[in-house]
């Protein structure tokens, strides 16, 4: 599954979101695309006060503070369907 996740340089809440999005991919099969909004105007307007922005299948399914037990939870829903 395609992980998009959304963020820039030097945050903290990006790299933490990261971490779990690591620790979720030795459970299920993803595949993480870390995308930097300052690279495109339309992302950096659409997500500046919110990152980072977790989303899977064109869903924001998590932002700013970035909860395991969230996306967890979203993954085992996906998976059980």
Do not use: R
Request: negative net charge; contains cysteine; aromatic residues 8%.
């Amino acid at each position: 599954m395609l992980v998009k996740l959304y963020g820039k340089e030097n945050c903290s809440l990006c790299m933490d979101a990261k971490i779990i999005l690591d620790l979720l991919q030795s459970v299920y099969p993803l595949e993480i695309d870390e995308i930097d909004i300052y690279q495109d105007e339309a992302l950096l307007e659409k997500y500046h006060l919110i990152i980072p922005v977790v989303e899977m299948d064109n869903e924001i399914i998590d932002s700013g503070i970035v909860s395991y037990e969230k996306l967890d939870n979203y993954l085992k829903n996906k998976k059980s369907v």
